[in-house]
């Protein structure tokens, strides 16, 4: 559905984005991450038309955007996070404005707008001045346009901005659906709707792509988590595959944190160091792969870049 080959995009001497490459099938949601700064904006913008890039590719639907723009823009829903809705106009006017944009007229018009409307639940609100409405009603009003014509590609920035928990429960519901038929690309700081939402992110990091991965493989840290009744915390160091053994607060008995060495198997280990303490004679209450969250792998990823420009700086 997408393909993006040696994209850059540069300003002036600052590189926004940086030689990056990636590829998203139909029916993916994708979250799109990284600090301000970090080049996501920028690929939003040139997936969506809107920019330029200074060198490589973006292909959407078998189109070259650069070929064939107007197609390309035609099949593209678009959510910005500093939506340009127009005050004056009611809702109505706003989204019959923004079908007519997409190529949309007639009853097909009319059938999209009902959809979008329903779809958004913002009906209470459609002969009201867009001045008029709360921030959680101007970002539906938002989602409401991008999904006119039902694009192949929705582009979504800080989709939840704004909206309450309720209301945010339809959104993820609405972009679940939506991505039935189409691939999603969502941009947020709110790692909670990465979660809810996504099964693969992108982590930008100094316009560079840092990170392509599966969630679930993220997710997953190169440490073991054990219980055990063992208490010598030195025989357990000494066992193949182990780096460094951390205690950890248990209940009853003794739970570590096993680091295991960069380039083992993180279930051979598992499995000969539980044949280890079964044959001498330990209990095991619990073995596993300790799980990390989004947030910690963000984290990570981004002090791996600061340590790497302080390195350079020495």
């Known amino acids: ?131 008029t409405l709360s921030r959680g009603y101007k970002q539906r009003v938002g989602v409401a346009q991008a999904i006119l014509g039902t694009p192949k590609l929705l582009i979504l920035d800080e989709p939840t901005n704004g909206l309450d928990p309720t209301q945010t429960q339809l959104m993820r519901e609405l972009i679940k659906e939506i991505a039935k038929d189409a691939t999603v690309i969502l941009s947020t700081h709110i790692m909670q709707e990465v979660d809810a939402l996504c099964d693969r992110v992108l982590i930008m990091r100094a316009g560079e792509l840092a990170v392509d991965a599966k969630l679930a493989t993220l997710r997953q840290s190169k440490n073991l988590l054990l219980h055990t009744n063992l208490s010598d915390i030195k025989r357990l160091a000494s066992q193949p595959g182990i780096e460094k053994v951390e205690a950890i607060d248990g209940h009853d008995n003794y739970c570590y944190r096993l680091q295991l060495k960069e380039v083992l198997d993180a279930s051979g280990v598992a499995n000969t160091l539980a ?35 302080v390195s350079h700086a020495a």
Do not use: C, W
């Open 1 to 131: 559905m997408i393909k993006i080959d040696n994209l850059k995009r540069a300003y002036g001497d600052f590189m926004a984005v940086d030689n990056v490459s990636f590829s998203i099938e139909k029916g993916e949601i994708v979250g799109l991450l990284g600090h301000n700064g970090a080049g996501k904006t920028t690929i939003m913008k040139m997936l969506s038309g809107y920019l330029e890039p200074s060198a490589g590719s973006i292909e959407i639907d078998e189109m070259d955007i650069a070929k064939q723009r107007s197609a390309v823009q035609q099949r593209i829903g678009y959510l910005p996070e500093s939506l340009p809705i127009y005050p004056e106009m009611s809702v109505a006017d706003y989204l019959d404005y923004a079908a007519r944009l997409k190529g949309l007229s007639g009853d097909e018009a009319r059938n999209e707008i009902r959809r979008a409307v329903k779809a958004t639940d913002i009906s209470v609100k459609l002969l009201a001045p867009i001045a």
């Open 275 to 309: 044949k280890t303490l079964i044959e001498n004679g330990h209990d095991i209450y619990e073995l596993k792969r300790e799980q990390r969250d989004l947030e910690s792998v963000f984290r990570e990823v981004n002090e791996q870049s600061n340590q790497q420009e």
